[in-house]
Structure formats: structure tokens, C-alpha cells
């Protein structure tokens, strides 16, 4: 089935810098990816969805111009957290559709100290 | 925005026992999906419900869509430590899976 690579699993970052997260499709063509952040105990929030060649679409109260989105191929959406605070501390995930529904990245623990 | 909300929010029980874990919504599902997620990973699909009314078996996991489509339920039977996770409904709204509140499931042996 298709499958999503996400990288990093895990990273810790100061306060202040930014952060790169990848989500590669191996086998498949993604013209779409979405992006969730999940913190402690709760469930997954839709952030943003990449469109590959076009702006992203956030959902609202996310500020898009702390979280980067970046789809310039088929198979890579990147998400960059910005000047990172400890409350950007999360699991961020990557989502797409495909023929068999949707499949999803293994996650990104941030922490920001 | 459609809200799913789910209930209860946590559920603590012994190995063997039975649970309902329920998701309901302010309109009507398209059509609904459940998930579960472990600790670091990434949601993992269990069943697609579509039809008002179906019930969708999978080994100890009944899922059943509301005659409505407002509402859905998961019940596990004879639970076991492995069903230990977050379960999640969700439901599409055009081409974006929207997630419920979450049931976080601990089963004890």
C-alpha cells in the first residue's frame, strides 16, 4: 500500500529557531497533503492542507506565517515551524489521500526548549 | 465547521470487559471512519461506515452508523490489553478528514 515517510521522528529545538519537518509519499504521486498537530491527551487538528505548485490552505487560527508550507514536488510537502516557542512543543503529522484512503505519516515529536 | 464529539473521554478497564465508545456529530456524516492511534504513531484506519443504519463487524470490534448519520458507535467485546490506544472517528469534509475529540482506551490485564 502506499506509504508516507515523515522525518524527523523526534527533534528538540531552542526557543526561537525554526524547525523543518518532511513528509515524503515513497510510492505514489501526492498532489495533496495535510497537516495535523496533536498535543498531550488530545486528538488530531487539521492545521493546513498543501497543495503541490500552489499556496497552502489554513484552517482557521492557524497563523501561516509561523507554520511554512511548502509543496514543490509530487512527493514532498515540508512544514516549518518558525521561531519556535515551548507552546509549538507537539506531535505534527502528515496526511494524504490516495485510491486505498488516507495514509499517514508516523509523526514528529517537537519539543522547543 | 462540523464538531465530532466523542464520548466518554477516557475509559479505564479490565482485560474481558465490554465497551462502548460513542461519536456524534451536530450534522449529518457523509460518511464516517474510526481510527486508532498508539502512543508516536499515526492514526491507523479500523472500518469506513457509509450507509444510515450499517453495522460493520471486526473480530471483537462492532461499528455501527446511526440510522441519522449523526451518530456512531464503536463497542469492543472480552477488551484485551493490546486494544490499549486512542480511538478516533472522523469524518470527511470535501476532501479534509476532520477528527473527533478522541476516547483514550487503557485496558489492564
Known amino acids: 500500500g502506499a506509504v508516507v515517510s515523515q522525518h524527523p521522528s523526534r527533534v528538540i529545538c531552542k526557543s526561537g529557531t525554526s ?8 510510492d505514489f504521486q501526492a498532489t495533496t497533503m495535510f497537516w495535523y498537530r496533536q498535543f498531550p491527551k488530545q486528538s488530531l487538528m487539521l492545521m493546513a ?6 499556496k497552502a ?14 509543496h514543490a514536488s509530487l512527493t514532498l510537502s515540508t512544514l516549518t515551524v518558525t521561531s519556535a ?26 519539543t522547543v526548549v | 465547521t462540523q464538531l465530532l464529539e466523542q464520548s466518554p473521554q477516557f475509559l479505564s478497564i479490565q482485560e474481558g470487559e465490554n465497551l462502548t465508545v ?7 456524516f457523509s460518511s464516517l471512519q474510526w481510527y486508532r492511534q498508539e502512543p508516536g504513531e499515526g492514526p491507523v484506519l479500523l472500518v469506513t461506515v457509509v450507509t444510515g443504519g450499517e453495522v460493520k463487524k471486526l473480530k471483537r470490534l462492532t461499528f455501527q452508523f446511526g440510522d441519522a448519520r449523526k451518530d456512531s458507535s ?16 472522523a469524518s470527511l469534509n470535501t476532501d ?13 490485564p
Open chain 1, 19 to 26: 524547525v523543518k519537518i518532511e513528509c515524503r509519499s515513497l
Open chain 2, 22 to 28: 460513542y461519536c456524534n456529530s451536530s450534522s449529518v
Open chain 1, 57 to 70: 490552505t489554513y484552517e482557521q487560527g492557524v497563523e501561516k506565517d509561523k507554520f511554512l508550507i511548502n
Open chain 2, 96 to 108: 479534509k478528514l476532520i477528527f473527533g475529540t478522541g476516547t483514550r482506551l487503557q485496558v489492564f
Open chain 1, 85 to 110: 516557542h515551548p507552546e509549538d512543543s507537539s506531535f505534527y503529522i502528515c496526511s494524504t489521500l490516495t485510491g486505498n484512503g488516507y495514509t499517514f505519516g508516523s509523526g514528529t515529536r517537537l
Open chain 1, 49 to 54: 492542507t498543501s497543495n503541490e505548485g500552489s
Open chain 2, 74 to 89: 464503536l463497542h469492543i467485546t472480552a477488551a484485551q490489553p493490546g486494544d490499549t490506544g486512542l480511538y478516533l472517528c
